[in-house]
């Protein structure tokens, strides 16, 4: 094959890989890479079981027959651009983009993940009596398996703590069990 063969075939095919692979590098989801970003709590810390119970797809009450005293944890993330903001000692206000992840453990501090609860701070204008924060559930195995529907209770909770961006922050390091 001549020169001119050689490039017309492998230039565009190598311009094919790189783009696989950067397809691959850059998920277009921005929840897919939560475990690499900050991890707020160093460690899974135990979870109130009424908020166990509270914290969910469809909350349950705390005296039903799904035992919401199976021992849960839980771990939060923050992605970059919420960083700051989150680890700071002082009332907050999170930037637009933000993302604040609780990961759930069921059973023991070790058990596989089972699911996320999720926060997003959108534009500003997109829920204005709320910070402006959607809320989302999130299979802890499937990502790809989540729902915004139906999360009216997840607001009840987080709007006590309009004074610090809808945020509880109780598990900062130094600060765990304070508002407990
Ligand atoms: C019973 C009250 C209650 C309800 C309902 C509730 N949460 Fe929470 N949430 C908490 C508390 C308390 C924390 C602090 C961590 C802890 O103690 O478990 C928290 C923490 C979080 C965090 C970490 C950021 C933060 O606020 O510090 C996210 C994300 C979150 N919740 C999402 C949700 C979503 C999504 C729903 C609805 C599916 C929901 N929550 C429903 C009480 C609640």
């Known amino acids: 094959m001549g020169r001119a063969g050689f490039l017309l075939l492998y230039l565009p095919m ?11 590098q850059a998920p277009l989801d921005p929840i897919a890479s939560y475990r690499t970003w900050k991890k707020v709590n160093a ?45 700071s000692s002082e009332p907050v206000k999170l930037p637009a983009g933000s993302i604040v992840v609780k990961e759930k453990r069921v059973g ?10 999720v926060l997003i701070k959108r534009q500003r204008g997109y829920a204005t009596a709320n910070g402006d924060w959607q809320y989302l559930v999130v ?18 909770c987080h709007a006590e703590q309009k004074k610090d961006d809808y945020l509880f922050r109780d598990y900062l390091p130094g600060r765990v069990g304070t508002s407990r």
Not at 54 to 83: M, Q, W
Not at 139 to 156: I, M, Q, V
């Open 139 to 156: 299979d802890g195995t499937d990502l790809s398996h989540r729902t915004t529907d139906h999360l009216e209770h997840c607001k009840s």
């Open 14 to 24: 190598s311009m094919l890989c790189v783009c696989a692979v950067v397809a691959a």
């Open 43 to 87: 460690k899974p810390i135990y979870m109130e079981p009424a908020v166990a119970a509270a914290c969910l797809p469809r909350p349950i009450a705390v005296s039903s027959k799904d035992n919401p005293h199976v021992p849960t944890y839980f771990t939060v993330y923050v992605n970059a651009t919420g960083e700051r903001a989150m680890l």
């Open 108 to 117: 023991s501090p070790d058990a596989k993940v089972k699911l996320l609860t």
